[in-house]
């Protein structure tokens, strides 16, 4: 049914959300985001599922926005650009605002849309060697669309702490900021995970799907007009001077001009 991921589900109703473009290191595509939105949509409705785990295959969890599709943009009609960057809004929204417990299990490294797709989980538990940063900076981007929700799980005082310098940090710092609930070693992760599952399988999922979304309403505002906002910044962004600059210097290896010379 998809190019991208890959849906697993169990007797339970435990339905897991595999990231499978492993070879690209998970990294969000047109198609992956078209088919995450897709998907989130499809196992919300499904009533036989009870609990989504949100998860990847290989060596990453997700590496971020598909640099190519990203350079795409460059040439763009801006009504186009505003489109393909609202395509990523939408779906994270499609998934923060799933009706059922959305668990991540964060077996490689996140970074960009990555730490993004975890903030929009419920619970996100990661192995303790993973390392993440919101590197949108230093690409001349910035962290938009997925900024609302980064925003709501760390809150805006730690969030500064990762959102402005792009640098990297660990797990054990991921579970200060908020962003994991917890880091196991690699061979505990699966137990960790389904200890997060087993309990939603004895509530009444209506009742889930209620609390979880008075907690939405109660939490940070992510209305049309924020999501609006957070698409208008990544298309200007796109279409600036310092974002193509940028992704050129990643595919051409070399190092964009503003990073600061070693005396």
């Known amino acids: 049914m998809y190019e991208t991921?890959?849906?697993?589900?169990?007797?339970?109703?435990?339905?897991?959300?595999w990231l499978d473009r492993e070879e690209k290191h998970n990294a969000l595509s047109g198609r992956m985001i078209t088919e995450l939105h897709d998907?989130?949509?499809?196992?919300?409705?499904d009533d036989a599922v009870r609990v989504v785990v949100l998860a990847a295959r290989g060596r990453s969890f997700c590496a971020g926005g598909d640099?190519?599709?990203m350079r795409d943009q460059?040439?763009?009609?801006?009504?186009?650009r505003a489109q393909e960057a609202g395509k990523l809004a939408y779906m994270l929204q499609?998934?923060?605002?799933?009706?059922?417990?959305?668990?991540?299990?964060?077996?490689?490294?996140?970074?960009g849309g990555g730490v993004?797709?975890?903030?929009?989980?419920?619970?996100a538990i990661g192995a303790d060697t993973v390392q993440m940063a919101l590197t949108e900076t230093r690409l001349g981007l910035i962290p938009a669309t997925i900024g609302p929700y980064v925003c709501a799980r760390m809150g805006e005082a730690k969030a500064r702490r990762v959102f402005l310098s792009g640098r990297?940090?660990?797990?054990?710092?991921?579970?200060?900021?908020?962003?994991?609930?917890?880091?196991v070693s690699m061979d505990a992760l699966d137990a960790a995970v389904e200890a997060e599952v087993t309990p939603y399988l004895s509530c009444a999922p209506s009742a889930v799907a209620r609390a979880k979304a008075l907690l939405r309403d109660l939490g940070p505002p992510i209305d049309e007009a924020v999501i609006a906002k957070t698409i208008a910044a990544l298309s200007d962004c796109w279409a600036g001077a310092e974002a193509q600059a940028g992704?050129?210097?990643f595919f051409d290896k070399r190092t964009p001009d503003w990073v600061a010379k070693t005396p």
Not at 116 to 123: A, Q, Y
Request: glycine share 10%.
């Open 5 to 17: 991921l890959h849906i697993e589900r169990d007797d339970r109703g435990v339905a897991t959300l």
């Open 39 to 45: 998907a989130a949509r499809a196992l919300g409705a």
């Open 67 to 69: 640099l190519g599709w």
């Open 74 to 80: 460059f040439e763009a009609a801006p009504e186009a």
């Open 94 to 111: 499609a998934l923060n605002t799933l009706p059922k417990p959305l668990i991540g299990r964060i077996q490689g490294n996140a970074f």
């Open 116 to 123: 993004g797709l975890l903030s929009v989980c419920d619970v």
């Open 168 to 183: 990297r940090f660990e797990a054990a710092e991921a579970v200060d900021l908020g962003l994991l609930a917890r880091a």
């Open 247 to 249: 992704i050129a210097a």
